[in-house]
């Protein structure tokens, strides 16, 4: 046998056992990670012998009927418990504002943040940011990558951006002093056509720069040593797409994609049905995917967003989410925010079930499943040690 063959055979049983010599294998790209980032790094990849974590976005901030109440959470309201994984977002940071683009104030996502790693949870934060050479929102997909290399006419506006990112992973800490680890999905769902930084509106090689140029800039030059970073498509079809547009694997920790299922309002049962089949084969046919290049390149697999917005099926939680990914090693799940009513679509926007919602009871049965992992299950893990 080759020692080409060896050593991907050696990757795969470290893959799949995780014995103390291949967690050596599980680095991060930050070399200067602190020493509770590493340990959250390694400590995820052990966690996916136990199950998958559910998370849910801007969980404690607000629900679908209340907003910054302490303690409070849709999930929790539920099932009397909090989600593994808390999302957050920080799209107007780079103004410095003082809300992010979901009205959501950065000091409150600072303590949510603080309050998660002191319970034993995992944040993760993308970021939404505005076209940085039209000063419009993220889905203006005007062209701007070019401008904001070096040498481009945007830069130094970037870099200034960056700069107040820094600035704010760096504020975040917990009750122990020491920095709180953050998986960062920033350039999410590459392959859409919807951002600005989005494959419609900029090439696989601008791509690829700005990723890196963050990397460097971030770790390298603001000493910003907390992360985990995670690269994000949207929908694909095959490896290759998927891996298009990957920085390699010095510049990402974790491989992911989002996919949502879609049906109109007021769909009936056999409509949601054919939805629910369109859904479950094409995530799993982007999870044995996902699962090929994560073992591959030794990095962390998760499903970064997912969800059905206002949940219409009762059943949806275990007999399509978990039907789809019950089978596959992943690190969690997360669904999208609950953002509730809004006057300006007149209709409510949420993905994780509240007190009395259709789907609520299912959702307590998913929640009992022996390999669905809440707060308290990961907190018994010791996570950052």
């Known amino acids: 046998m080759n020692v080409k063959k060896i050593g991907f055979l050696a990757k795969a049983f470290c893959y799949v056992t995780l014995t103390t010599a291949c967690a050596q294998q599980h680095k991060l790209i930050d070399k200067k990670a602190t020493t509770e980032t590493k340990n959250l790094y390694k400590n995820l990849f052990k966690l996916m012998d136990k199950g998958i974590m559910f998370g849910h976005q801007d969980d404690l901030a607000y629900g679908t009927t209340w907003k910054y109440e302490e303690g409070r959470s849709d ?21 410095k504002k003082a809300n992010n683009l979901d009205t959501v104030p950065f000091a409150k996502i600072r303590e949510y943040v603080k309050k998660v790693y002191d319970m034993g949870g995992v944040n993760t934060i993308s970021w939404h940011v505005d076209n940085p050479a039209t000063l419009q929102h993220a889905w203006d997909n005007t062209e701007a990558t070019t401008s904001i290399l070096p040498g481009g006419k945007n830069n130094a506006r970037y870099t200034e951006w960056l700069d107040n990112v820094a600035t704010f992973l760096k504020s975040l800490k917990g009750s122990d002093g020491k920095a709180v680890p953050i998986l960062f999905r920033p350039y999410h769902e590459l392959n859409g056509d919807w951002f600005w ?25 603001k000493n910003v040593h907390n992360l985990i970073y995670i690269y994000n498509t949207n929908t694909f079809s095959d490896t290759k797409e998927y891996m298009e547009r990957y920085p390699g694997d010095d510049y990402a920790d974790v491989v992911s994609f989002d996919n949502y299922q879609f049906a109109k309002l007021g769909s009936d049962q056999s409509e949601l049905a054919l939805s629910s089949a369109k859904y479950m084969a094409q995530v799993k046919n982007g999870l044995r995917i996902l699962d090929s290049v994560a073992t591959k390149h030794n990095k962390l697999p998760t499903f970064a967003e997912t969800g059905f917005e206002v949940i219409p099926a009762k059943d949806w939680w275990t007999q399509t989410l978990w039907d789809t990914i019950k089978d596959f090693k992943i690190s969690y799940v997360l669904v999208w925010r609950n953002n509730g009513y809004t006057e300006a679509d007149k209709q409510s926007h949420y993905y994780a079930p509240y007190t009395g919602q259709v789907s609520a009871d299912n959702f307590k049965d998913f929640y009992k499943l022996d390999r669905t992992l809440f707060e308290k299950d990961v907190a018994k893990q010791h996570l950052y040690k």
């Open 197 to 221: 930084w989005g494959k419609k509106s900029t090439t696989v090689k601008d791509y690829v720069a700005l990723w890196k140029f963050t990397v460097h800039y971030l770790r390298d030059k």
């Open 75 to 95: 999930v929790k309201d539920v099932v009397g418990d909090y989600p593994a994984i808390f999302g957050w977002d920080i799209g107007h940071i780079e103004y």
